[in-house]
């Protein structure tokens, strides 16, 4: 487990909650490996759970989410529509208010600047639940390839599904996510599902397991003195998950020397712009999404001081900032050229069809729409564990990651694919949703799939934010590598798909 980072590192680890029961877990990725990558740290240890006090009769619910984002609201949407749990009650708790219904009207011609790239199964999971109707209602922006390439190096990786007529992923603004989620919760109400809004959490208490069913459930507090009882409570709370802290989960975390810095893009001319395009920086990548054939979003990530910078330039000065990145070949290391030519026939030879690494060039950035450029720090996040007796965690309160591969959202729609079929399990069978022998089997089918997503996108980070000579040499080889081997993109196509 990932503790073992920290035994080794000489720190003993506090055990969260001693009420609570062991868990053991065989994973068949070890996240200690992706661990011992990085120096030994210390893990922020979030507060341990808080020992309940007896209560009078309150309200229960089989299963409590906390949180109404993308996640939280697909979770209790996805649970309201299985027909093997028609018979539990879910309570979806947001802190906020209701999200607005957009409409073609309300959503006018702007374009928000927090986007999304979707990938095949979180579209077939916001399917099943009815929102992906009403997503393409809204709009979304399909993409057929993607492009990414080394500002160091002539080297390359391309992207796309034969005769590129598959789809890669959809960019889709949250707020059109939400909205379509939203919708389906409404549509809910009244059945199995309810929602309330304007909610927060003050207080979990988890009973020592072990007693009579009803004795071991979890007692909730609300902020506004509502108390609630359920068989399960699911933290969908973001990266600062109260669910976390209140069930005195471990977790490990650290910030990135970089902030990300997005807008929405006006594009110099109209293009069909179905290409996702992506440059590594010696400070960062820079990626460009298709939103329509004359707009893109923009996620660049680089040094706080330059984020900074790009937010204060003019409009005309960012664009030229941006083309600049994408066109500038200042960090080209020429030294490496001969051998990366050199090793690139030879690639040719082992893969005749090189049509796919034919480079292309991204579209030119006339302008910004206004009021759209924003900037949030980057940092990663990972619970040691994504389970405890009675308590769940799922997306950004188990895991965040850089958002170089676009795997934020798409982990969090796999978190809830996951716990809804354990929960259906569970279910049919007659068991406890809450019992940590149901929980641990979703903690380990996530955990075999996140945590080698989180090592790749943790060192794929590190290694293009250096201009070393060896660095660039190796990434070189291996993008180069990886673009000629079809079976291998496939592959990596078909994981980023889960």
């Not at 993607?146 to 890669?168: G, K, R, Y």
């Not at 040094?303 to 600049?324: G, K, P, V, Y």
């Not at 996951?418 to 929960?423: Q, R, Y």
Request: glycine share 6%; net charge negative; aromatic share 6%.
């Amino acid at each position: 487990m990932i503790r073992h980072l920290f035994l080794q590192c000489g720190v003993q680890t506090v055990r969260a909650a001693p009420n609570k029961l062991p868990i053991v877990t065989v994973h068949a990725w070890s996240a200690s490996t992706f661990l011992q990558r990085q120096q030994c740290q210390l893990p922020v240890l979030d507060s341990p759970a808080r020992h309940c006090s007896s209560s009078s009769e309150t309200p229960f619910y089989d299963v409590v989410i906390i949180g109404g984002g993308m996640a939280g609201g697909a979770l209790a949407c996805a649970l309201g529509n299985e027909v093997s749990l028609a018979d539990h009650t879910i309570l979806l708790l947001d802190q906020g208010k209701k999200p607005p219904l957009l409409t073609k009207e309300t959503l006018g011609t702007d374009y928000s600047n927090r986007v999304c790239a979707l990938n095949q199964q979180s579209r077939k999971l916001l399917s099943g639940i009815g929102a992906w109707s009403s997503i393409e209602k809204l709009r979304c922006k399909p993409f057929h390839r993607m492009q990414v390439w080394d500002a160091c190096s002539d080297s390359l990786i391309t992207f796309n599904h034969p005769d590129l007529i598959q789809e890669i992923a959809f960019i889709v603004e949250n707020d059109v996510t939400v909205s379509a989620l939203t919708k389906q919760l409404d549509e809910l109400q009244g059945q199995n599902v309810t929602v309330k809004y304007e909610s927060r959490l003050s207080n979990l208490c988890v009973p020592p397991q072990g007693t009579i069913d009803q004795e071991s459930w979890v007692k909730l507090s609300l902020k506004d003195g509502t108390k609630i009882k359920t068989r399960l409570v699911v933290g969908a709370d973001g990266a600062n998950s109260e669910v976390r802290r209140f069930g005195g989960f471990d977790v490990t975390r650290w910030t990135y020397d970089q902030s990300a810095v997005v807008a929405t893009l006006n594009l110099a001319e109209k293009t069909e712009n179905h290409v996702a395009w992506q440059r590594f920086l010696p400070t960062g990548p820079i990626a460009m999404l298709p939103l329509n054939e004359a707009q893109s979003s923009l996620v660049w990530s680089t040094t706080h001081d330059e984020a900074e910078n790009l937010l204060s330039m003019s409009e005309d000065d960012f664009s030229e900032a941006i083309n600049h990145a994408f066109w500038d070949d200042s960090h080209h290391v020429a030294s490496l050229d001969v051998i990366n030519q050199i090793f690139a026939d030879f690639m040719r030879v082992v893969q005749p069809d090189d049509s796919s690494s034919v480079r292309q060039l991204p579209p030119s950035v006339s302008g910004v729409q206004s009021g759209s450029r924003a900037k949030f720090p980057l940092g990663l996040g990972h619970s040691m564990h994504y389970v405890k007796p009675r308590i769940a965690l799922i997306g950004d309160a188990a895991h965040r990651v850089h958002p170089l591969a676009g795997q934020g959202i798409n982990l969090g729609f796999g978190d809830v694919l996951s716990l809804k079929d354990t929960l259906v399990q569970t279910a049919l069978r007659g068991g406890d949703i809450g019992s940590i022998s149901s929980l641990t089997d979703y903690e380990t089918q996530r955990q075999r799939h996140v945590v080698p997503v989180m090592m790749v996108i943790d060192a794929l980070k590190r290694l293009y934010s250096t201009t070393n000579p060896a660095a660039v040499f190796a990434r070189s080889l291996g993008l180069q590598a990886t673009n000629a081997l079809k079976p291998l993109k496939d592959a990596i196509i078909s994981n980023a798909s889960l």
